[in-house]
């Protein structure tokens, strides 16, 4: 038996009656504000879910289900990820930071606002989707698709872009600060911020 209860009140939202989570059929969920930090759903369902502000730090959800779901202000840091769907998912402010997203699926999510900051998101296909304000500083996204997405105004600072395709790709006013963009596929539209000496304050011109 599981006790899915509020990350704060601790109150009681759910119970499951099942002696594991893996693998779960759990979709049309209502878990706002939920406890799942460390939990392992690897395989599960949760899609056309409402998760938003859900804890789902630590937690294993490798190859999870999310379509369509609302994760809007849920913590995901060092969750496992890999070849997790987030398809069409809102995904507004969520934090991301330091989780293994390898092979995940954005495609269409509003990644608007999200931290992915370390995040690991090799192989992610992060096409059409909207990641304008988004931090991913230090992100891995080598060999990422991030096609006809919009990452307007996103921190990618000594991220790692190497054969990353940005075909038709949104970075206006992106900072990418010592970001590594060798074997880029395709041209990025808009202006972004590479590291130069306009970066600097001027007293850092000399020496």
């Given at each position: 038996?599981?006790e899915?209860?509020?990350?704060?009140?601790?109150?009681?939202?759910?119970?499951?009656?099942?002696?594991?989570?893996?693998?779960?059929r759990?979709e049309?969920?209502?878990?706002p504000n939920a406890d799942?930090?460390?939990?392992?759903?690897?395989?599960s369902s949760?899609?056309?879910?409402?998760?938003?502000?859900?804890?789902?730090?630590?937690?294993?959800?490798?190859?999870?289900?999310?379509?369509?779901?609302?994760?809007?202000?849920a913590?995901?840091d060092?969750?496992?990820?890999?070849?997790?769907?987030?398809?069409?998912?809102?995904l507004v402010d969520?934090?991301?930071r330091?989780?293994?997203?390898?092979?995940a699926v954005?495609r269409?999510a509003?990644?608007?606002?999200?931290?992915?900051?370390?995040?690991?998101?090799?192989?992610?296909?992060?096409?059409?989707?909207?990641?304008?304000n988004a931090?991913l500083?230090?992100?891995?996204l080598?060999?990422?698709?991030?096609?006809?997405s919009?990452?307007s105004n996103?921190?990618l600072?000594?991220a790692?872009l190497?054969?990353?395709?940005?075909?038709n790709?949104?970075?206006?006013?992106?900072?990418l600060?010592?970001?590594r963009?060798?074997k880029?596929?395709g041209?990025?539209?808009?202006?972004?911020?590479?590291?130069?000496?306009?970066?600097?304050?001027?007293?850092?011109?000399?020496g």
């Open positions: 038996m599981f899915i209860k509020q990350r704060r009140t601790e109150k009681v939202l759910a119970r499951i009656n099942a002696e594991t989570l893996v693998r779960r759990l049309g969920v209502k878990l799942l930090s460390g939990l392992d759903l690897s395989g949760l899609r056309n879910s409402d998760l938003r502000g859900v804890d789902f730090t630590g937690a294993t959800l490798t190859k999870c289900n999310f379509h369509t779901t609302n994760l809007s202000g913590v995901l060092n969750a496992e990820l890999e070849g997790a769907d987030f398809t069409d998912a809102v969520a934090t991301f330091g989780a293994n997203l390898k092979g954005f269409y509003n990644l608007s606002g999200a931290d992915l900051a370390d995040a690991q998101l090799s192989d992610a296909d992060i096409s059409m989707a909207d990641g304008s931090n500083t230090g992100a891995d080598t060999n990422s698709d991030l096609r006809s919009d990452f996103a921190n600072t000594r790692t190497v054969g990353t395709d940005l075909t790709t949104k970075l206006m006013c992106a900072k600060m010592q970001a963009m060798e880029t596929v041209r990025a539209p808009g202006r972004a911020r590479t590291t130069s000496k306009s970066d600097q304050q001027w007293w850092r011109f000399w």
